[in-house]
Structure formats: structure tokens, C-alpha cells
């Protein structure tokens, strides 16, 4: 039996699309749920690019959509900085269009020192927080100059925890193992995380659609991060088969999500 949704989330990674491809079934399912007069949202927790980056890719893709419509870990951890703690000193461990977002939202990001073969680190006591991100040039540097501060006390923030990220030629080390990494070494453990499953990126989703929860869907391709988002927002959930959950694994969760679909084509025949 369908049911009515109005307003939707999508994941991008393993959902929307693979690297460089829409996945089977998204172009069409969610142009055939924006004809049926629905809101559609995209949420990312990767880091890498400003929102207008994924918009572009979308509509590249042959999905219209504007940087409102998306949201990403990096928007929604500066935003919330901005509101909460705008005057603290950042060291971040994360790529250079990060740290040029957050100080988009007003907030001092402080730089690496100058020179590759510099053994030296940045006064960790100068550092009020570490953010830890998805870093594709994450060296032993970046490393100890964020267990340095943090075991001199300062803050840990982190913008998505996903452990792998999903790539056309297999998955590769993202944010989580980082974090994991320094929890081990330091003894402390994250304090603030910005990214999917964290109630931060679905307050802002859930004002951006301007529905109760109970009307809106959240999909996705993992179940520890999308789906549960979703489930503890009190929406229904979508699980799609074309990233990295397996329909096992879908059932056996305490909880199984409301729908498991080979792919988001399949969504418009369940809704209203």
C-alpha cells in the first residue's frame, strides 16, 4: 500500500550516484518525484566540495538542482561553530576546500606551517579545537599536530565518521578511521560530530523541507549512518541496493528500514 511522503532526503555516494554516473534508476525517479510536486534534498557527508560542487554535479548529471537543495557535513558543522562557538582557534585535519568553508561561516581556521620537511607543529596550546574530516592528503603531520592539542585539552569535532568511501574502483579510508585513529592514541573520544546519523544535519534538513517528520523519507545505501539518521528522526526509510548495504543486512537490523529497493526508481510506485 503506498503511503504519503512529501518531502525527501537523499544520500549522494552509493545512492544518487557512483564517482561519475548516476546510478541506475535516479535520474528518473527523482525527476518523477519532483513532477509530483515533492521536495527532494540531498544530503552528503563528504567534505571535499562546497554545496554549489554538488549541485553542479547533479545537474551535470541530468538533476537540476541548486546549492540550496544540497547539504553537506562541512556546511552544517561551520554553521553550527558559527552559532555556538565562533571565537575558538581551529586546527583541521582535512582538505583545502573545507577549511575554505568554514572560514566562509566566519571561523579562524589556522594554517600548516610552511615548508614539507618541517618536523615541527603548530603550539598545540594555541589550538582550541581539532576538526577531523575526510583527507585525502592526511599525513604523520596533521596526525601528531591533532594528537598534540588534543591531549593539551582541546575540543573534538569531527565533520562525518563514515569509515570507508564508496569509489567506482572499490571503497577507500574516510574520516572514521582517523578519528579512531586519535581516540586509541589519546584516550578521548569525539565530542561533537557534525555529519549523518548526527540530529545537526537532520535539524537542518527536516527546516529546509518544512514537513513533520512522520511525512518525510530518508534514503540511503548504509545503515549505520542514513538509515538511522532517519529512524531517529522519526521518518520512514528507504534502503537502496545500489551502495554498500545488502538486503541482509537491511533485515537484520533490530529495526529494518520501511522500504528496501533495488535502486531510487523504484520509490515513486511506494508513495503517494
Known amino acids: 500500500m503506498a503511503i504519503p511522503v512529501d518531502g525527501f532526503v537523499f544520500d549522494l555516494d552509493g545512492t544518487v550516484y557512483l564517482g561519475e554516473a548516476a546510478l541506475p534508476g535516479s535520474v528518473d525517479g ?6 509530483r510536486g515533492k521536495r527532494v534534498l540531498f544530503v552528503s557527508n563528504k567534505p ?3 554545496r554549489q560542487s554538488y549541485a553542479a554535479k547533479l545537474t551535470r548529471l541530468g538533476i537540476p538542482t541548486t546549492a540550496d537543495d544540497v547539504i553537506t557535513s562541512a556546511y552544517v558543522l561551520g554553521r553550527h561553530l558559527a552559532q555556538t562557538q565562533p571565537h575558538l582557534r581551529y586546527y583541521v ?7 575554505a568553508e568554514l572560514r566562509q561561516h566566519g571561523l579562524t581556521i589556522l594554517d600548516e606551517l610552511d615548508g614539507q620537511d618541517s618536523k615541527e607543529v603548530l603550539d598545540p596550546h594555541g589550538i582550541d579545537a581539532v576538526v577531523v574530516a575526510f583527507d585525502r592528503t592526511l599525513d604523520y603531520r596533521k596526525l601528531n599536530t591533532a594528537y598534540q ?3 593539551a585539552g582541546a575540543h573534538f569535532y569531527a565533520t562525518n565518521a563514515d569509515k570507508t568511501c564508496p569509489m567506482p574502483g572499490g571503497a ?3 574520516a572514521g578511521a582517523t578519528i579512531t585513529a586519535l581516540e586509541h592514541i589519546t584516550g578521548r573520544k569525539l565530542e561533537l560530530l557534525a555529519g549523518k546519523p548526527s540530529t545537526l544535519t537532520m535539524k537542518v534538513a527536516m ?11 530518508m534514503t540511503g545505501d ?5 538509515i538511522k539518521m532517519g529512524q531517529d528522526a522519526g521518518m520512514i526509510t528507504t534502503v537502496v541496493l545500489t551502495g554498500v548495504a545488502t538486503r541482509d543486512d537491511a533485515e537484520r537490523m533490530p ?10 526508481g523504484m520509490i515513486p510506485s511506494l508513495i503517494l
Open 149 to 151: 592539542a588534543l591531549m
Open 255 to 264: 529495526t529494518p528500514p520501511s522500504f528496501i529497493v533495488e535502486n531510487i
Open 172 to 174: 577507500i579510508p574516510d
Open 222 to 226: 548504509r545503515l549505520e549512518t542514513d
Open 48 to 50: 571535499l566540495e562546497p
Open 207 to 217: 527546516d529546509r523541507l518544512g514537513f513533520p517528520p512522520e511525512r518525510c523519507m
Open 30 to 35: 527523482i525527476r518523477t518525484l519532483r513532477e
Open 93 to 99: 585535519i582535512g582538505e583545502e576546500n573545507l577549511r
